[in-house]
């Protein structure tokens, strides 16, 4: 837990500086880098290495407040600490909760080095049949271990066997989600297909797998290299200065102008198709959710190239909720676009060719079909999943008609 002093910041394994309570006012809060600290261990872009204290401004700084764990997740933490903190605040949390992030920081009490991450079985929960609930357990281990946020029910854990012995820094490989089957009937599914329809459009998303009962997704985490190593990630509301509360606050336009900013030169022209293709498949399978914590960038250290992180969270909003609308504003508007109005997208925000416009457009349609057919020979092997693939069949097969062939 949190001394008065505050928490050491580490980016990967080199301790940055110290998070710390203002003695003077109130809910602020300061970080203050090591004097040693060189400019790569940066903890954000947008803090680069200084002498002088950053102020929080009467909250946590964006960059720490970013994995803070939301929903279900947050709910179980404050049940678990309810005796020993009543009244957990964001620094107690980051303390529960910050050796083990999305991302390359790690917050860890005066003396103290990141520890390790228990390791699972990821079969065993692919393949679990029993009738008690496997994601009750896996919260009940994994969420002091789990900095990541979204309302939906998630934890970070480590994969045993051969994923174990490539991590570097024995940290979580994994992200697992669960669902309000009440609410969010096939929600596992839906993402599962929405990320295979990425994949088939060649936007690189993250492995996914889904368990045989449809209850638990488990996503590789997209924020490692090959090694193991934890790679820095800002979302957009990081780098636009922004609370997590504000995640439904700006455009698309404006993920364009960041991109143009912080990604670097070299990665650009890659970056501002790959943003055009991410919006586009959202509007061609009604995403409704893909708001500013979705979109992220990813780097080794702040001096080091800066590129945009690949798909993640995507799913199809509009079969819980009908009449829903784009997350963020595209052309002033937050109706799901017309191919016109993706054109103009294309053009004009990211700098595309009409002809290059063209391509990426049919590579989505050519994805989102292809994650069609995968999705109907699942139904046919999994009757009872039947029902759910229609809607979302229907609702691709509307959104293509409107936004990606006009």
């Given at each position: 837990m949190a001394s008065r002093r505050g928490l050491n910041v580490f980016a990967g394994t080199t301790r940055a500086g110290l998070l710390s309570r203002s003695d003077l006012v109130e809910a602020e809060y300061l970080?203050?880098?090591r004097a040693e600290c060189p400019p790569a261990s940066a903890i954000s872009l947008s803090m680069p290495v200084i002498a002088d204290q950053y102020d929080s401004m009467g909250a946590l700084h964006p960059i720490f407040e970013m994995n803070l764990p939301e929903g279900a997740l947050l709910e179980r933490l404050r049940l678990s600490f309810a005796?020993?903190?009543?009244?957990?605040?964001?620094?107690?949390?980051?303390?529960?909760?910050?050796?083990?992030?999305?991302?390359?920081l790690r917050y860890v009490a005066e003396g103290e080095m990141p520890g390790e991450v228990p390791a699972q079985n990821l079969e065993a929960i692919l393949t679990f049949d029993g009738a008690e609930d496997l994601f009750e357990d896996l919260m009940e281990r994994y969420a002091i271990h789990s900095?990541?946020?979204?309302?939906?029910?998630?934890?970070l854990l480590r994969g045993?066997?051969?994923?174990?012995?490539?991590?570097?820094?024995?940290?979580?490989?994994?992200?697992?989600k669960s669902f309000d089957s009440r609410r969010y009937p096939e929600l596992a599914a839906n993402e599962y297909f929405c990320l295979q329809a990425a994949g088939h459009a060649g936007m690189a998303p993250s492995r996914a797998r889904l368990a045989e009962n449809r209850r638990i997704l488990i996503v590789d985490r997209f924020d490692m290299t090959a090694d193991g190593r934890y790679l820095g990630c800002e979302d957009f509301c990081v780098l636009n200065a922004l609370r997590a509360h504000g995640r439904y606050s700006g455009s698309y336009e404006l993920i364009a102008k960041r991109v143009g900013q912080f990604v670097s030169g070299s990665q650009q022209a890659?970056?501002?198709?790959?943003?055009f293709a991410l919006v586009a498949l959202s509007c061609a399978v009604e995403n409704g959710d893909a708001h500013l914590k979705?979109?992220?960038?990813?780097?080794?250290?702040?001096?080091?190239?800066?590129?945009?992180?690949p798909a993640y969270d995507v799913i199809t909003t509009t079969v819980y909720q009908a009449r829903d609308v784009l997350a963020l504003t595209l052309a002033n508007g937050k109706q799901f676009?017309?191919?016109?109005?993706?054109?103009?997208?294309?053009?004009?925000?990211?700098g595309l060719g009409a002809a290059r416009v063209k391509q990426v457009l049919e590579r989505v349609e050519q994805g989102v079909r292809a994650a069609q057919r995968d999705m109907r020979r699942y139904a046919k092997e999994h009757l009872d999943f039947a029902p759910a693939a229609e809607r979302l069949s229907a609702a691709w097969e509307r959104a293509l008609g409107r936004s990606i062939r006009g």
């Open positions: 970080f203050a880098y005796k020993a903190v009543p009244d957990l605040d964001d620094l107690q949390l980051l303390a529960i909760v910050g050796q083990s992030q999305i991302g390359r900095g990541v946020s979204g309302v939906q029910p998630k934890v045993a066997g051969s994923e174990l012995e490539r991590v570097t820094e024995r940290g979580a490989t994994h992200i697992v890659q970056a501002f198709e790959q943003l979705n979109f992220a960038v990813l780097y080794e250290d702040a001096e080091n190239t800066v590129r945009l992180a676009p017309s191919r016109a109005a993706l054109t103009a997208f294309g053009r004009s925000a990211c």
